[in-house]
Structures are given as C-alpha cells and as structure tokens.
C-alpha cells in the first residue's frame, strides 16, 4: 500500500549532507518526494512510497548520517501525491 508521510527532523541536521544522505537512501527504496532545509534549522522531508520501504527509511533518517545528531523527530501521515516522479533535494 502506497502512503505518505511528512517528516520533520530538528537537532544538527544542517551542514552535514542530511539532504544528500535522505536522497540517497529514498533513491535506493525507490521512493518519491522531496527533503529541504528549513528557516527554523530542521530538516523537512514529505515522502511517498510502499509502506514497507517506509519503515526501512524512517529508521534511516531518524539516525541520520554520522555526522548529524538527530534530537528530535516528528513524523504525520499525509496524503499521497502523485506529483512526484522521483526524490529530491529542494533549495
């Protein structure tokens, strides 16, 4: 089942290639959607995919690269949008 999620990751997750490391690993799931830094130093990420490639990510981005130090996650179901064709870095 496909579903969505919105993801927001707050801590040192900026200036330390969280966005390039999430695309990696979305890439690798073959999931879709986008991550972006925030103005508030968080990292927001809206991901679509199979539900059970999902879980594999959200373990993924909840630890981050080494380099991060992820210290707060929120995470909230949203709807699909099929927009998206592959995953991204948004500037």
Known sequence: MIKGYKIQLFGRVQGVGFRYFTQKNANKLNLKGFVKNMPDG???INVFGEESKL???INKVKKGPVTANVKKFKKEEIQVDD???SFRVKY
Do not use: A, D, G
Request: hydrophobic share 45%; net charge positive; proline share 0%.
């Open 83 to 85: 927009n998206y064709k």
């Open 42 to 44: 968080s990292v927001l």
């Open 55 to 57: 879980k594999i990510f």
